[in-house]
Structures are given as C-alpha cells and as structure tokens.
C-alpha cells in the first residue's frame, strides 16, 4: 500500500514540512531564517526555536493547501526527532504530538540524517545498499546505507563540518552568509595556489577527515595579508577563497576514493554513490566527486539541490519507509539533540552548529 505521509523538520535553522506519497512529493515547504541569525555570525539556538514555533503550523497549512489534500486523508505524520539544537527540536516534536493526538493519526520520529540519507531513495529508487556522502553545515560523513534502520559510519570528520568551515572562512574574509555560496561565487576568479593551505589527514589511512586548522590557516592568511597592506583587497578575498575551496575540495576526493574503495571490496555488485547536504551544491567539490566516481565505474547520485538541503520531504520519506516496516512511536516521543546512525560506531569528537558530529 502507498502511503502518504506529513514530515515536519526543525532541527537547525529551516522550519519545514512537506507532503510525501510513496516517492511522490505533493508539496515541499521551507521556511528559511537566514536574515534572523544574519546579525550574529552564526545560528542562535533560542531565536531559532522562536521561529520554529511562531511558523510551523503557518508551514504546515501551507504544505498541506499544496498537496490538496487534508490530515484526516494521510496515513501519518513523521517528525526530525534528533539530533539538532534542541529547542528547534522540541518545536517541531510537540507539534507533531498535538496533531496526532487530535487527529488519530500515527506518529514516526525519525532520525534527521536517515532522512538525508535516504533522500537517494526517494529522488533516484537507488537500491540498499549505496555509500553516501552526507556534506552540510552540521555533518560530515561516510554512510553505508544498507536499510532504513542500518546504517555503517565508515569516517567522518573528527572536528568541523566542511560547511561550517565555508562559513567561518566568508566571515574570516569579511563575505556574506550563508558562506558557502559567497566563498565558492568569489572562488571563481581567485587563483588556488597563492597561499599554501593545509590538506588535514590526507595522508593518514583511513576516511577521517578535519577542517578546523584550514580554518585557522585562513585566518593567519589573512592576517598576514592585511598586516602587509592593511587591508583585503577582492583580488585578495578571491584568492584566499580558491584557495580554500581547493584544499576543501582535495580532502573530499581522496577521501571519498578511500570509502567508495572500502564500499566496493564489501559490496562490489552494488555501485552506487550518492551525497547529500548543502556543500554539495559546490560545483567544484559535486564535479570532482563525479570524477572519482566515474573512475571506478559506480553510479554518482546528487538529489536536485532543494532536497539536498534540510527539507520536510527526506523527513515524510523517511517516516513512510520506517512505517511500511512497522514502526511507530507514541505521545512519550522525545528529542534528541545526540543521536547517532550508527549506534556501533565510536563517537565522533567536536560538535559544531548542529550539535553532535554523530
Ligand atoms: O544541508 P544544509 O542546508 O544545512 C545543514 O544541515 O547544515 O547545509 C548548509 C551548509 C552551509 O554551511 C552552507 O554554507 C553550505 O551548506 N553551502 C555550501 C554551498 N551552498 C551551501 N558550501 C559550499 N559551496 C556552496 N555552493
Ligand atoms: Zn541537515
């Protein structure tokens, strides 16, 4: 039977809610609060959770006009219970709760990364299991993706996401946030190799990965350049952005060529891989994964951007697979601001904007 389902997310700085039947996605709606944190260099948790509560239901209504259709016509409501800044996660919970206590209707908490991770299922029907690449603000990590509820952490970054990295480096260089897309826009006409910039654990085994002393070496760039003219000038701001954006760009690679090879000795049948989160919309870091990809003969999956980046409709997607198999929660659903994939996996260390690295 196809279901179809509401998903509702507010784990970091996106208040969200979509329409989801079978893989079809009936309405998608993202309610954006970049100009509120604008003033503040980063996501404040507390005005983040305000957010989510004044426009959740106003998100949700307008999701469910889209859709055409109306709660008593769905089979269920799936919610971002974890991980992600608590208050954020909290709003979106008790929403979900209040409606599924008024309505009857079954409540699915589900884990904000397996809807990223699924995303691939819902987009493309790409078959378990597939190596995934999850590349954003919060995260970073390799996931074997073997089922909705198995999943195997293969390396991930022991310190800074990339996407935090992109936009500390627009904040370093004095460029407008959300980083990612004003370092990759100024990358463009910088030359790369002017400064020499870390490539951190590169040459260590495995798919670990760091970016916080790019970060730091950003800075000392900087500093550098402006204690010798007293300023930055674009040429400048440029440069440093190429630079950046190909050491970012460097790690990725080598490091997706070591997981998908490890994949690949485990399931060499199976060749696909996909990514997810918003630093895959960088052009340079999406062709040079095509690359490796193309290079060892194996599918390059990259859902369209707006499901890439948080969304409701990974959530709604992910809450229909987990109902199909049977789960369901009930009102003593509660957030996690931790909450691993995979539960075997040790610990990540560090924890950035969204919280744990897990
Ligand atoms: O997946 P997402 O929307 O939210 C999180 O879960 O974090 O990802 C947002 C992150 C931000 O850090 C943003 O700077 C980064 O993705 N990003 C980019 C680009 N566009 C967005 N990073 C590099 N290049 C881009 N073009
Ligand atoms: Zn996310």
Known sequence: ??????????????????????????????????????????????????????KLDLCIDEALQKSGLTLPKLDGIAVTAGPGLIGGVLSGVMCAKGLSAATGLPLIGVNHLAGHALTPRLTDQVPYPYLMLLVSGGHCQFLIV????????????????????????ARILGLPQPGGSSVEKAAASGYAKRFNLP??????????????????????????????????????????????????TDVLIEKTRRAMEAYLVMNPEKRSFAIAGGVAANGAIRNGLKQVCARLDTDFVAPPLNLCTDNAAMIAYAGIEMMQ??????????????WPLDQRAAPMLGSGKKGAKA
Do not use: W
């Open 1 to 54: 039977m196809t279901l179809t389902l509401l998903g509702i997310e507010s784990s970091c700085d996106d208040t969200a809610a979509a329409v989801v039947r079978g893989t079809d996605v009936l309405a998608s709606v993202v309610y954006g609060q970049t100009a509120l944190h604008a003033d503040f260099g980063g996501v404040v948790p507390e005005i983040a959770a305000r957010a989510h509560a004044e």
């Open 146 to 169: 073997e089922s909705h509820d198995t999943y195997q952490r293969i390396g991930g970054t022991i310190d800074d996401a990339p996407g935090e990295a992109f936009d500390k480096t």
């Open 199 to 248: 490539r951190p654990l590169l040459n260590q085994p495995g798919c670990d990965m760091s970016f916080s002393g790019l970060k730091t070496a950003i800075l000392r760039a900087r500093d550098g350049v402006v204690a010798e003219k007293g300023g930055l000038t674009p040429q400048d701001q440029a440069d440093l952005c190429a630079g950046f954006q190909s050491a970012v």
């Open 325 to 338: 198999t049977g789960h369901r929660d009930d009102l003593t659903l509660s957030a996690r601001p931790r």
